[in-house]
């Protein structure tokens, strides 16, 4: 006789029901799997492009500065009279372009530690109690030095009284590049491409902080999947 003919269908169902249940867990951890590897895929590659990003501006910063310092402080090969390009000291303020720099060198270095983390073989020596928080604090610290450089620019630069890097050279880029002339110009566009690569990096790294987040709620939702295995399988 069958189940049902020898006892009543609901003890038959209680039966089933452990089986169905591990065959329902397993669907929902691959699942969750799949799921998991997918966001930070999607993280890596957020990281990635920040890195790349901040590596842009770096150079577009650094290399300001030094023509600046060039320019400035250099060994001049004409005229003394050069020194006057720029201004005095209490009406210039280079630090705004100091800053975008110092943001950008914090943006490359907390996406090259995230990423160094992910990478297999670091991330099998790392326990997950200290993966996760190099993984959320990489974007934090990004969008901080990002927000933090474009403020202090916006700042400096609605000031009448005091000029920056950029506005200096923009006011003054049509200006020929003779002799020991500073590249106004060049330095006008590097100023813009620095700051708006800032700004680009802002909602760039809160999409990083979002996605870490969300990585962090999967694996902490009811019946995850086991920290272990998931750190073996990404």
């Known amino acids: 006789m069958t189940c049902l003919e020898k006892q009543p269908s609901s003890s038959c169902e209680l039966k089933a029901d452990p089986a169905h249940r591990s065959s329902q867990e397993k669907a929902r951890s691959a699942v969750q799997l799949r799921t998991i ?14 890195l790349f990003l901040g590596l842009a501006g770096l150079v577009a910063t650094s290399l ?5 310092n060039v320019s400035r402080f ?11 390009v720029w201004p005095d000291n209490s009406a210039f303020d280079i630090q705004p372009t100091v800053s975008l720099a110092v943001g950008f060198a914090l943006v490359v270095l907390a996406n090259a530690v995230a990423l160094a983390a992910d990478l297999r073989f670091i991330r099998a020596r790392l326990a997950a109690a200290v993966h996760r928080p190099v993984a959320l604090a990489a974007p934090l610290v990004g969008l901080v030095a990002a927000l933090v450089s474009v403020i202090s620019s916006y700042v400096a630069n609605q000031s009448a009284a005091v000029d920056t890097l950029t506005s200096w050279s923009c006011r003054w ?5 003779t002799g020991p002339a500073p590249p106004f110009a060049s330095l006008c566009r590097t100023g813009h491409a620095g700051l708006n690569l800032a700004i680009l990096l802002i909602p760039i790294e809160f999409f990083a902080c979002v996605l870490v987040g969300h990585s962090v ?3 902490r939702m009811p019946g995850h ?3 272990n295995h998931v750190e073996a399988s990404v």
């Open 37 to 50: 590897r997918l966001v930070d895929g999607a993280r890596a590659g957020v990281s990635l492009l920040a």
């Open 64 to 68: 300001a500065i030094r023509d600046y």
């Open 74 to 84: 250099g060994p001049l090969t004409g005229s003394l009279a050069w020194l006057s």
């Open 173 to 177: 880029r049509f200006l020929q590049n």
């Open 217 to 219: 709620k999967l694996r």
């Open 225 to 227: 999947i086991s920290t």
